[in-house]
């Protein structure tokens, strides 16, 4: 039996990490914490160290801006349980960093990772379709393949919820 | 037994003020409408005017653009629900006018006289969250700051609906 | 009887297309694609052709930019159901090829085609209000006309569904 994927998606600011924590916690005895930001300004640090504290001490934590599929792989086997955070900021790092192509194997890579993992696993991700066409090529671009990466992480999960002012609509359960 | 409060979200022209009125009209037989825009040009005047003529003369309107918990508290003992219309725009009001601080502080106070109304309450606001991230960082300021209100409302409301071409999702209820 | 209409909304990248077709391959033998979009660089021409080399070769396709009342009346006879993809394009170049005068002529005349299609119908319409405010005249202009336009249609509609992430929520069924 696969254990279960869920997927969380939603607005900024629409309460969907506190919701996936939540889920995390119910579940899971020892999570994993597999966080897609890099600390790369004080705003940031201040917002991870604040994540932390809300977590507790009995989360483990892993952050891996780009090689998401590898970091699943080699997830420490005491966890009974993973939650990404998030698949967006996953995304744009592969984008900036390594290029359009990049994004097609490591999606490839991802999906395979997801499709064989040992452990139930939660994953969080922002919708980013919803407002007036991006003015600039790249915004559009990044619009294009969050989409699209939305639609296979839906098509794998078990389970997808969307929320609006921290409150779920379940799209599949 | 606290008066009801209900949330209606939803983006623009997604046809959350005339579902709002529609609801007053049918809960309360004196309403007031509770205004935080500001009459600053004439397509604003214009469109005031068209709120206006479509609710009706049996509605009584204050306009407040910033201390909504003082209007709300203040307001006519006579009216028997009240329609505030919107929690978005009194946000951006507050933040330019008066500060990141001052939205703070008032929306502590907003949710003391929420949670203290002695009349049922319907609060219109704006999701603003769905789109790429802004380019500007007032932008992002204003997209955070609306999406935690947002979830601050939801959570004190006992219903809440996402409107989407007119048709109401209820979330909670 | 009114032959059924049914209106798939949602956001860029959201599954609307691939939703919609399925759709129309359950419910029509002899299916048109009337497109609205033109092919005005070669971006678009792959995503066209990809658009057709899915849909198979018993769908018939007509593209009209601008006169979609006229394009439904006109519609082969032969065709047992039509998919009009999309709106929101079709919106657009209403707006920036003809002005703000023609679309609501050209409105009032599709929902009058609408209303008095002899075919069922599959609309597709994008959800673009769920953004911060646009910077630009232009922008917010046709955030306001494009989510009127979805009001129009959802009220016409016998059904409505909200696409995100490939999986429908039925606004209306």
């Known amino acids: 039996m696969t254990p279960s994927l869920t997927l969380i998606l939603g607005g900024a600011r629409s309460g969907k990490s506190t919701f996936a924590e939540q889920l995390a916690?119910?579940?899971?005895?020892?999570?994993?914490?597999?966080?897609?930001?890099e600390c790369t300004d004080p705003e940031m640090a201040a917002r991870i160290a604040a994540h932390r504290a809300r977590r507790g001490p009995h989360w483990r934590c892993v952050e891996e801006p780009l090689?998401?599929?590898?970091?699943?792989?080699?997830?420490?086997?005491?966890c009974d349980g993973?939650?990404?955070?998030?698949?967006?900021?996953?995304?744009?790092?592969?984008?900036?960093?390594?290029?359009?192509?990049?994004v097609a194997t490591r999606r490839q890579a991802l999906l395979a990772a997801l499709a064989s993992s040992p452990r139930p696993l939660i994953l969080v991700s922002n919708e980013v379709g919803l407002g007036i066409v991006p003015?600039?090529?790249?915004?559009?671009?990044?619009?294009?393949?969050?989409g699209w990466l939305n639609q296979d992480l839906a098509r794998e999960a078990h389970a997808v919820a969307f929320l609006v002012a921290g409150l779920p609509m379940w799209l599949k359960r």
């Open 25 to 37: 916690q119910e579940r899971f005895r020892q999570p994993l914490y597999l966080a897609t930001a």
């Open 67 to 78: 090689d998401l599929a590898g970091a699943l792989q080699a997830s420490d086997p005491a």
């Open 82 to 102: 993973v939650l990404v955070e998030c698949l967006t900021t996953w995304l744009a790092n592969v984008l900036v960093k390594e290029g359009e192509a990049a």
């Open 135 to 146: 003015e600039y090529p790249l915004g559009r671009q990044f619009r294009d393949l969050a």
